[in-house]
């Protein structure tokens, strides 16, 4: 079966690996033009493998918030993560819901080990990724609050303000955010009545 590439594959720079004959989408393409990302055909077997899904993390914002989603990328990569970035890539208005909805998938599927959403305010797309099973999405305006979402949380997808924080600001949470662990001990059994009351209302 040849390969398929849809947008989600094309990483945000450099060259993305197709095995020969794979079939880019034209969406693919365009956006892949976009980003200045070549697409090279190397013989089966030899394109790039998929990265693990522990090290993949989906990315989305709404026009509010795609500028600082744009700025934010960098930090990502220098991570090491890998993104999907479901959009936007431009200023025009969309509804924030439906980006939500998309990264919040991704991180419930186990597509992805986290997701981060960014709209002008950071709550509509955390109250958005919230109604899909298996999220914890935090807004988080600083560095305690991203440090306390991961440690007693286990907040999955971080929500950011992108009319409300400055880059730096915006930075310094999200660096905090990914790189703070889950405490687990006490914490896990009132994560896991979180997880019994989204049980008890999903019925």
């Keep these: 079966m040849r390969q398929v590439v849809t947008q ?7 060259e993305l690996k197709v095995a020969a004959g794979a079939i880019v989408t034209p969406a ?12 090279v055909e190397v013989p089966l077997g030899e394109e790039v493998a998929a990265a693990p899904p522990e090290k993949i993390l989906a990315l989305g914002s709404d026009h509010g918030g ?30 924030y819901p439906d980006i939500a909805v998309q990264v919040a998938e991704l991180v419930a599927a186990g597509t992805a080990a986290r997701g ?22 935090a807004a988080c305006w600083d560095r305690p609050s991203a440090r306390n979402s991961r440690e007693h949380n286990d907040a999955n997808v971080l929500t950011l303000g992108g009319r409300l924080l400055t880059a730096t600001q915006a930075e310094d949470i999200l660096r905090t955010w990914l790189g703070t662990p889950f405490a687990a001990g006490r914490h896990q059994a009132r994560v896991q009545k979180i997880a019994e009351i989204e049980k008890r209302y999903s019925r």
């Excluded at 693919?28 to 697409?39: C, D, K, P």
């Design 8 to 14: 989600r594959e094309i990483p945000v720079a450099g």
């Design 28 to 39: 693919a393409r365009e956006l892949a033009r976009e980003r200045g990302v070549s697409i």
């Design 66 to 95: 795609c500028q600082l989603k744009e700025a934010l990328k960098p930090v990502f990569l220098e991570l090491g993560w890998e993104l999907r970035d479901v959009g936007v890539h431009a200023q025009t208005p969309v509804d």
């Design 116 to 137: 981060v959403l960014v709209d002008g305010a950071g709550i509509g797309s955390a109250m958005a990724a919230n109604k899909v099973p298996g999220i914890r999405a």
